[in-house]
């Protein structure tokens, strides 16, 4: 008997920008799938009334509504549809109003289409043609809960400043105290949590990674320590929650400023005590995970503005690590940018051209990484030729990605700094106004100090030495 063939599974993609909506189609349809666009709310519900689909996928901001009005036309209608909502970074509360519509998850802009394309894998079942490795700063990260010993994720670039980050997660990955990764989005901060527990003694444990700042604040509790059945309305069966499914493994808590205060006295005593009890159970579980922790906001700040526990801070910030901003690592603008382009395209023998690279150079990308990846997926997508990429086809605009002072001055060499102050001036003012905040905020307790900013006293004194504040400045 002759095999049935499968349908081909059909997405409706909902965006009022064109550029993304290409983007997104063409991302789709290589995956083997058929799209569908619409650009408007009411585009979205016609075609919802015209044929059945696999899947949604929709801007949560439309020329002529939101995203919660089309998930609102899936619910009338009757539709088992699954639907995924499009929100602008930092956005939280469109995310969880998505969630709370009936969402099943949420990606926020700029879109990376690594997370897009897993995104579309988790719901649907997808005809693959063709398999790609990962972000432009590593290979295939490892997918959460599974090992990761055959594929240890690890940055690209030459500068100083990515073989200091290096040698510094090499040595953090083989300890087991908690580690707090901070840096701007895009910058790579999940690649660094991979890297410290497929490095290290954890390896063969379960990499579990959580968005705090997706989950609804009343489900966070259950989400995080699991149910016990019958502990409210909804619990069938018993159900584990992060921190068991990280056990003996990493749990990854991204943008963890986002935790309300009424969970992270919980997230507190789990961590202190080792120790977790699921909703609607009397006794306490042992848990045995590595904490690894990352927001782009500040922590301190936060703390001292009361939005964030201060003793959580400590829990958490024993250990940090500072992404770099892709502007402050020019010089590795041109390999992370062809190491992306190869993956993108399969084809190891794909560039850019020297203006292109140049070009990319000269530009401060506000979404980094992630923002690079995917003005060059734009470029592949656009392209005449996507194995040659020519400056015109980055369709790099001043209004998109800020100029950086090179760049506004008409100059085109790599990592140029005309005009700007030098690096180590800037650093050092930066650590001079830290240091005095602390210095300030303890009234002068060195000891103190140096527990809040995360570093050792003898690594205060050392600082303060060095930029001539001790003792007569503090």
Excluded: W
């Excluded at 790609?132 to 055959?150: C, D, L, Q, T």
């Amino acid at each position: 008997m002759a095999k049935k063939l499968e349908a081909i599974p059909r997405v409706l993609v909902v965006d009022d920008e064109p550029d993304l909506l290409t983007l997104m189609q063409l991302t789709l349809t290589k995956l083997g799938l058929e799209v569908v666009t619409a650009d408007s709310r009411q585009s979205a519900l016609d075609a919802l009334d015209q044929q059945s689909y696999a899947l949604c996928l929709t801007d949560m901001q439309l020329g002529d509504g939101t995203g919660l009005d089309v998930l609102a036309g899936i619910a009338d209608r009757g539709l088992d549809l699954p639907c995924a909502v499009i929100t602008a970074f930092g956005n939280a509360d469109n995310a969880v109003a998505a969630l709370k519509a009936g969402a099943f998850d949420y990606l926020a802009k700029p879109v990376s289409l690594d997370q897009l394309r897993t995104l579309v894998k988790s719901a649907i079942k997808v005809p693959e043609k063709r398999t790609h490795a990962g972000s432009g700063f590593a290979p295939a990260p490892v997918a959460a809960g599974s090992s990761s010993s055959s594929a240890v994720p690890s940055l690209v670039g030459e500068s100083p400043t990515i073989e200091s980050l290096r040698l510094l997660l090499a040595k953090l990955a083989n300890t087991q105290t908690p580690v707090h990764i901070c840096g701007e989005s895009g910058t790579g901060k999940e690649l660094a949590a991979r890297i410290l527990h497929a490095s290290g003694p954890r390896v063969t444990g379960p990499f579990v990674a959580v968005n705090c700042g997706a989950i609804p604040e009343n489900l966070m509790e259950s989400e995080f320590f699991g149910y016990r059945k019958g502990a409210f309305t909804g619990a069938d069966t018993d159900r584990d929650g992060f921190f068991q499914a990280a056990s003996g493994g990493t749990l990854f808590l991204d943008e963890v400023a986002d935790l309300p205060l009424a969970l992270q006295v919980k997230l507190l005593r789990a961590i202190q005590e080792r120790k977790v009890r699921k909703v609607g159970n009397t006794a306490e579980d042992p848990i045995d995970v590595r904490i690894v922790s990352a927001t782009h906001k500040s922590l301190a700040a936060l703390v001292q503005s009361g939005q964030f526990r201060q003793d959580l801070f400590y829990r958490l910030n024993v250990l940090q690590v500072s992404m770099p901003a892709l502007r402050e690592i020019a010089s590795d603008i041109p390999v992370i940018a062809a190491r992306t382009l190869a993956r993108i395209t399969d084809d190891p023998s794909a560039a850019l051209s020297q203006g292109a690279s140049a070009a990319l150079s000269r530009y401060s990308f506000p979404g980094n990484v992630r923002e690079l990846e995917n003005v060059l997926e734009r470029a592949v997508a656009l392209a005449e030729n996507p194995s040659r990429i020519e400056t015109s086809d980055l369709r790099l605009t001043v209004d998109d990605h800020p100029v950086t002072q090179a760049a506004a001055s008409g100059t085109s060499g790599v990592g140029t700094l005309a005009g700007r102050t030098p690096l180590q001036d800037f650093l050092d003012r930066s650590e001079r106004e830290t240091l005095e905040l602390a210095l300030g905020q303890t009234r002068g307790n060195r000891t103190q100090a140096a527990k809040l900013l995360g570093i050792t006293f003898r690594s205060m004194r050392y600082r303060l030495e060095r930029l001539g504040m001790e003792p007569d400045d503090v």
